[in-house]
């Protein structure tokens, strides 16, 4: 298993793990989109390489504390920022429960911290808040988050500043070479 940068034959998959984790809400963004949030931020957009076969995706961009993508315009270039916005992270749902997203995260969250940003945000959407407030996100109540985000969406945020990474170190559990 190993994240690795999104490679252009990787979008079709991508834009199907997407599909497939917001069947049924407005927060399918679709190819065109997600691959302009791709290319706006490569260094900390990147897939889960599962014996080939892309088993999840992170999309995480530079944007200013308290901002965050509109769901429904492409990307603009990158704007400098000390904060990455974790956009999207999806783990394929025959791999969810194994410890994925928690291995996707600790990667995001080593990248950031050799990028130094000072903070990850995300808005978290149906009903995750929760979940994202056990991986030390704390929740921003007066930001107020797009309809498009969801009834139930929450800006949410941490400093990366003194950041224990749980779980097992990159090298267990990511044993290939990770750019």
Known sequence: MCPRPIRDSDWPNVAALEADAYAGSSLAEGRAVLESRGRAAPATCFVLDLDGRVAGYVLA?????FQYPDLAR???PAVPSR????????????QRGRGRGSGLLNHLTRTAGTAGYDHISL???EGK??????RGFLAHQGVAVPPDYGDNAVYMSRALTGV???????AD???CPVP
Do not use: C, Q
Not at 61 to 65: I, N, R
């Open 129 to 134: 808040a929760t979940f994202w407030a056990s």
């Open 61 to 65: 961009l530079p944007y200013p504390m």
């Open 74 to 76: 492409a990307e603009r």
């Open 173 to 175: 559990r990511f044993p």
């Open 164 to 170: 224990r990474i749980s779980g097992a170190t990159k």
């Open 123 to 125: 808005v978290a959407v």
């Open 83 to 94: 904060n990455l916005h974790l956009h999207d992270m999806v783990v394929a749902r025959d």
